[in-house]
């Protein structure tokens, strides 16, 4: 008998060894990105560095004859662990529609693509561009029904206030509906405006976060530039 949980054990660490190695393995083999591509992702994605930070958004919609509305604090942050991408959380994990996703953009397609986790715990994908005038406009087609969802997502009064807005077309086709829409200030900000803040180190945007590196002080705008500052200091406190 004890010998065989002896051998079950040896052959369950054999196993758990194994499938270590393949992933590692798969890892190894999986492509890594051209210095070239990472440069037009990150200067892609910098084209919607405004959304980064924390907002307190107003949400509405409507609901037959009433209006239901309620409040969501929706952060955006950069994340450069493997790929640069620009992550985003809906109400702390529990917003009403949403509860997280992430930004990322195709340099071969030279579209953005914003993976959006739902509350019914689906993966929603939007694909789009940046128009003239800033912000985001992205849209999904349902395969089952055809229906086209709009998503519409800027930045107002100077990157004081930001708003999106969710639309659908019913069976793709006609005029957009309204779904819902939140709006709302950064956190901290008002229109009143104030001192010009310095620069993030990283991504260039407005900074809000200080870090330090022999002795001086530089300044971040999110967790996940705070994070790469930490990672590669060298590499930006030139």
Partial sequence: MLLR???????????????GAVAAQDAKDAPKLKPE?????????????????????EGTQKDGAKTVAWKEKVTWGWNFKG?????????????KHFTGGV???????KKYLLALNTADKKEEV??????PAGGLKLERKD?????????????????VRFQVKYEKKEGGKGLASNVFAMNG???GESFAGGAKKP?????????NMAVSYNGKTYYVCCTGCRDEFNANPKKYAK
């Fill in 126 to 131: 939007f694909e789009g561009t940046v128009p």
């Fill in 199 to 207: 620069e993030c180190i990283v991504s260039g945007g407005a900074a």
């Fill in 83 to 95: 790929e640069p991408s620009i992550t985003v959380d809906f109400g702390e994990g529990k917003g």
């Fill in 5 to 19: 949980m002896t051998a079950l054990a040896a052959l369950a660490a054999g196993m758990i060894g194994l499938t």
């Fill in 185 to 187: 200030n950064k956190d």
């Fill in 103 to 109: 930004l990322k953009y195709d340099p071969a397609k």
């Fill in 37 to 57: 591509d990472e440069a037009k992702i990150k200067k892609a994605l910098g084209e919607v560095q405004e959304f980064i930070g924390l907002w307190n958004l």
């Fill in 143 to 159: 395969p089952k029904t055809g229906d086209v969802y709009l998503l519409t997502l800027g930045t107002l009064a100077e990157g």
